[in-house]
């Protein structure tokens, strides 16, 4: 692995990521994404921690990718579903997050449907003076930063291969198309996609778009566009980005139909004709199939990689758990 100066102790927004610490996720996703081609999968790195995965809130992908990465590090790993622990009588997030303290767990990888919920969890680790370190594994509409990791990741080894770094990104086009406002997962990439120098393109409808993202691009190294229709963000791009439309977040009628929005911002193959020839389709999952992206196209490999996501995630966790476990030791 590469030797760093890591010193972030715990990742819970990309909002003030460097360039030098993207780059260091990124070269040591890649040491693990070789780790994880071998036969042996697994290295002894945090033998001896405990990583306790806190969700809060449902989740397939992330909570089963942090999981692995867990062990693929020799960790041992703690899941919590909150449907089946003491919170059904009453035990509060703090004093769950301090059970799990007092069993001597290292880091926390903490899902919930409230933003700010890992950044308070954190404050009262530090408060109490333990080194506890928490991954924000996606918090209401706030961040996802792992999800904006690995998505980085994806993209940056598609373009090197064998040497994925933020630079690769100057000068291209990525497009992110849908329910952006309720999306976490757009919220944590336009912080690195804008930190990389690419031209980033926002699209949806107004309702789901609101001006004020344009703030995002403020004095940022990218420049950041916003569309209400999808041709001018499809255009020439390089990379297209779709966001699961996020029902059980929106709470108020913010769209005609479903049939209507995927006649307009659904991604299809005859859109993606608009694109740079090689585009790629990315999307962080659940899908509705059929909705922010046809069905057809999400399962073809020369335009998808939705698959490679996913695969992604997990070196990209065994990288941020590493550097933040062995910062800590
Ligand atoms: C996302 C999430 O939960 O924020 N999914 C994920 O973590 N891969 C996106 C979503 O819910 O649509």
């Known amino acids: ?25 990124l070269q040591t996703a890649a040491s693990f994404q070789e780790v994880l081609s071998r036969r042996t999968k697994k290295v002894p790195t945090l033998q001896g921690q405990v990583v306790a995965n806190l969700f809060f809130e449902p989740s397939t992908r992330t909570r089963s990718s942090f999981e692995l990465a867990a062990k693929r590090l020799s960790a041992d790993t703690l899941n919590f579903a909150s449907a089946s622990s003491s919170m059904t009588k009453g035990e509060t997030i703090l004093d769950t997050a301090k059970t799990y303290l007092a069993m001597g767990t290292d880091i926390m990888v903490i899902r919930h ?77 336009i912080w690195s996609i804008t930190a990389s120098g690419a031209e980033l393109h926002l699209a949806a409808p107004p309702t789901l778009l ?72 990315l999307h962080p999952g659940p899908v509705n199939r059929g909705v922010e992206i046809s069905s057809d196209l999400m399962d073809d490999p020369e335009f998808s990689l939705i698959q490679t996501q996913v695969t992604s995630g997990v070196a990209v966790r065994m990288a941020l758990l590493y550097l933040i476990g062995t910062t800590r030791a």
């Open 210 to 281: 609101p001006k004020l993202f344009a703030d995002f691009g403020k004095d940022r190294p990218g420049r950041l566009f916003i569309h209400w229709q999808l041709e001018p963000a499809l255009k020439d791009a390089d990379f297209v980005m779709t966001l699961r439309l996020q029902k059980e977040r929106m709470t108020a009628h913010l769209l005609p139909s479903l049939r209507e929005y995927h006649q307009m911002f659904g991604i299809t193959r005859s859109k993606l004709q608009l694109c740079k020839p090689n585009v790629k389709v």
């Open 113 to 189: 449907k409230e933003a700010g919920v890992p950044n308070a969890i954190a404050q009262e680790m530090d408060r109490l003076g333990v080194r506890v370190s928490v991954l924000n594994a996606g918090d209401g509409q706030h961040e996802h930063p792992s999800q904006g990791l690995l998505d980085l990741f994806t993209i940056c080894t598609l373009l090197d291969p064998d040497n994925p770094r933020l630079e690769l990104l100057k000068g291209k086009k990525i497009a992110i198309v849908g329910d952006i406002l309720h999306s976490r997962v757009a919220r944590s990439n």
């Open 1 to 25: 692995m590469p030797t760093n100066d890591w010193t972030r102790h715990h990742v819970l927004s990309l909002a003030d990521f460097t360039s030098a610490e993207y780059d260091t996720v």
